[in-house]
């Protein structure tokens, strides 16, 4: 019996080791859309500039404000820095880590849990909120509420709610200058 517990617990540690670094550090356009229709992609976008430094989704630009810097930390963890706006991380706004809440191009970076959903073609990841709120996990999701039109604002929404749309796909971006 302790033979297998030993076992267990080996084998979940590698395979922690492994999850924790679903990709590789290096630059990333974060997106969601049609495999097959590249058209309908739509990518992260830090606007700094805004009055409340907003992260939106736009149709892809040959811009560094698509591109995020990924570092992987301990634990299967991740910070996501926007290479247009130097220093900034995509992070909490002033109404914090709460469901609806929208995300900003902030000085302090935040670690998201990061965890890979679907395989092949439709292979996208989910970022949470490393601490649960209210006993809740809440994900990087989209604002596509009623009556919104795009651009959407990149907010926080509870886990397994339906309407969330909390899996995006990361495209590696080769030339990282």
Known sequence: MRQAILTLVTLLLIAQTV????????DYRIYYGNYQAPITHRFFTAKPNARDGSVQTYPRENSKYQIWRLRNKSKGQVTLE????????????????????????????????????????FTAYELAYPKKVNGKTLVVSLDTGEGKEEPYYVNFAIQG?????????????????
Do not use: H
């Open 82 to 121: 926007s290479k247009g706006a130097c220093g900034k991380y995509l992070g909490l706004r002033r109404s914090g880590a709460n469901p609806g809440a929208y995300l900003g191009v902030v000085k302090n970076p935040v670690r998201f849990n990061i965890a890979r959903k679907f395989g092949g073609p």
């Open 161 to 177: 709610t339906e309407g969330v749309f909390g899996a995006f796909k990361m495209a590696r971006v080769s030339d990282s200058k």
């Open 19 to 26: 999850l924790a670094q679903l990709l590789k550090n290096g």
